[in-house]
């Protein structure tokens, strides 16, 4: 364990690096024809989509998503009809592209009625080629889940499903206001099990409202109980300035910053004894489990749905908000619903930002990737890879790292970078060591949300 004086002068809250250069770094340089651009020459190669619902039915008070808050189903179809625009769009740029990874996000996916879901396969299926061993995972609110919605799933392909939990203390619940027992937890995954869906994963958030190393302890009990094949446990960043909804949790009910690191750290140590395999920054999985196996192989990789098994460097990012990353570029749609279905309606892409990596930055983005799934570097591969010679390139770096070599943070040699077991907590600081952006103004980054 680290002393509060070491976890204070070491950034914590550094960017979750699901992307290099990080979201915030995008510009208004970036618009729809560079996206085109990069859309008409990339090779016809497996990709990846991601698609963004973003439509929930009640705010959490610590949400930091993309979402907007309705009733309304009628919102939904007016939405499927945008989205059937843009998938077209693209399909007229890059026919029959081949996916290999399908994944839906929100906001509340299942805020769509099995019907409209399953419209919208209807439309994935006739302009993508959607491979047969595809993995296809959604994430769901199991507040507005029953098992008939959860049994129509697998006849449309879906084989992953993630449910957000957070939190099952109904204290807690209270102040985040998101009301969900653990009865409805449980009734979700049995419907999931009895579907035969093979991978069920939670998502958990520490840091929140009066947490206590003994209302979590409760919690990872619980979860436990459910036996999910994967776990994320994200930490909760309140940045009120920035998220309107999170104005409505009181700043002195939130857990110090030594408490925040004790609930990790405990949650990691209860995790790994019961079983999971620790993956990267914040994940866990069973040994069985796809992630784990990526993880021993070498083959983990990082987007911005977190960490994944895919070799696939494509993704397509469709609906509001969503972001793209292909050819080298990153590329957002507008966060913002008019402004998206007014540009896709008028027959261009909703792009608003982006960013064209240079060389440097994909040499620091392979650098980084590595770092947030293996824990460590191989120079030797960095080197062959982009024609550098590391130890001249990152010698700045290497001087940097003297510091986290002296508090046990790191091992550093002429051959690999490796971050120690109890280094992990500060994988985010080791990487933010080789961010060459973050000289330039940043704003407090890190949420718990995929895609910042
Ligand atoms: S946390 Fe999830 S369910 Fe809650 S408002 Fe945000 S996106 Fe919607």
Request: with cysteine; proline share 4%.
């Amino acid at each position: 364990m680290f002393s509060a004086d070491v976890l204070n002068r070491f950034d914590l809250n550094g960017p979750r690096y699901t992307s290099y250069p990080t979201a915030d770094r995008f510009t208004a340089t970036f618009q729809a024809e560079d996206y085109a651009r990069a859309l008409q020459t990339m090779q016809h190669r497996r990709a990846s989509l991601y698609v963004h619902v973003p439509f929930c039915r009640s705010l959490c008070h610590y949400c930091a998503c993309n979402k907007i808050i309705s009733k309304s189903t009628t919102v939904a179809n007016e939405y499927l009809v945008t989205l059937t625009q843009e998938t077209a769009l693209i399909s007229d740029t890059v026919p029959e592209l081949p996916i290999a990874q399908l994944a839906f996000g929100g906001g509340t996916p299942n805020f769509l009625t099995i019907e409209q879901l399953s419209r919208l396969m209807a439309d994935l299926s006739s302009k993508f080629e959607l491979l047969g061993e595809r993995e296809q995972s959604i994430e769901l609110d199991p507040r507005y889940l029953d098992a008939a919605y959860v049994s129509a799933l697998p006849a449309m392909g879906f084989n992953r499903v993630s449910y957000g939990v957070q939190d099952f203390d109904e204290r807690v619940q209270t102040l985040i206001h998101r009301s969900q027992s653990f009865e409805q937890t449980a009734q979700a995954v049995r419907a999931a099990r009895d579907s035969g869906i093979p991978s069920i994963s939670f998502d958990l958030v520490y840091g929140l409202p009066i947490q206590s190393r003994e209302t979590f302890a409760a919690t990872l009990e619980r979860t436990l109980s459910l036996e999910p094949d994967r776990l994320a446990l994200f930490n909760y960043a309140h940045i009120p300035e920035r998220f309107k909804a999170q104005r409505r949790i009181p700043t002195h009910t939130l857990p110090t910053i030594e408490l925040r690191t004790e609930l990790f750290l405990y949650a990691t140590e209860r995790l790994v004894d019961a079983g999971y395999v620790a993956i990267g920054l914040d994940h866990f999985a069973k040994p069985s489990d796809s992630l784990a196996q990526a993880l021993s192989a070498g083959t983990l990789r990082r987007n911005f749905q977190g960490y994944s098994t895919h070799q696939s460097t494509d993704l397509i990012g469709l609906g509001v908000s969503a972001i793209s990353n292909l050819n080298g570029v990153f590329s957002q749609n507008s966060p913002q619903l008019d402004v998206y279905r007014e540009r896709i309606e008028s027959g261009e892409f909703a792009t608003v930002r982006g960013f064209a990596l240079t060389h440097d930055d994909q040499v620091r983005a392979a650098v980084i990737e590595q770092i947030m799934c293996m824990g460590s570097v191989n120079w030797a591969a960095i080197a062959q890879v982009f024609a550098i010679d590391c130890e001249t390139y990152f010698s700045a770096e290497r001087k940097a790292l003297a510091q986290f070599v002296a508090e046990g943070i790191v091992t550093l040699d002429d051959s690999q970078l490796v971050v120690t077991p109890r280094g992990r907590l500060l994988l985010r600081a080791v990487a933010m060591v080789f961010d060459a952006h973050l000289p330039l103004k940043r704003e407090q980054t890190i949420t718990f949300s995929r895609i910042a």
